[in-house]
């Protein structure tokens, strides 16, 4: 059975840093693209940021967050830094049987619970 479980969340003020963590089991890590998602109150769950062997990122984030995978934890981490107000949103890890990144949520076939990130300004 396929389990991610995230974990890094948190309240952080605006400029400040987090770095998430992805760990994933019951799947072979080093096969799969692994991706975070976020979805703010009311709007629709987008992309952030994928990996398989080098990062795809979200124009909204790209410069500021950096997407790393460590094939010897099966983890995955989303260093953000400079973080906005806007970047408020919980966010998912997702993970797809693949080669290449994909931006679409539907193509994933494993999802984490999430993980609440709130950047006060």
């Known amino acids: 059975q396929v389990h991610l479980g995230e974990s890094g969340g948190g309240l952080v003020q605006a400029g400040g840093s987090l770095r998430l963590s992805c760990a994933a089991s019951g799947l072979t890590f080093s096969t799969y693209v692994m991706a975070w998602f976020r979805q703010a109150p009311g709007k629709e769950r987008e992309f952030v940021a994928a990996?398989?062997?080098?990062?795809d990122y979200a124009d909204s984030v790209k410069g500021r967050f950096t997407i790393s995978k460590d094939n010897a934890k099966n983890t995955v981490y989303l260093q953000m830094n400079s973080l906005k107000p806007e970047d408020t949103a919980i966010y998912y890890c997702?993970?797809?049987?693949?080669?290449?990144?994909?931006?679409?949520?539907?193509?994933?076939?494993?999802w984490g619970q999430g993980t609440q990130v709130t950047v006060s300004s």
């Open positions: 997702a993970a797809r049987l693949g080669l290449a990144t994909n931006w679409q949520r539907s193509s994933y076939d494993y």
């Open positions: 990996i398989r062997w080098s990062g």
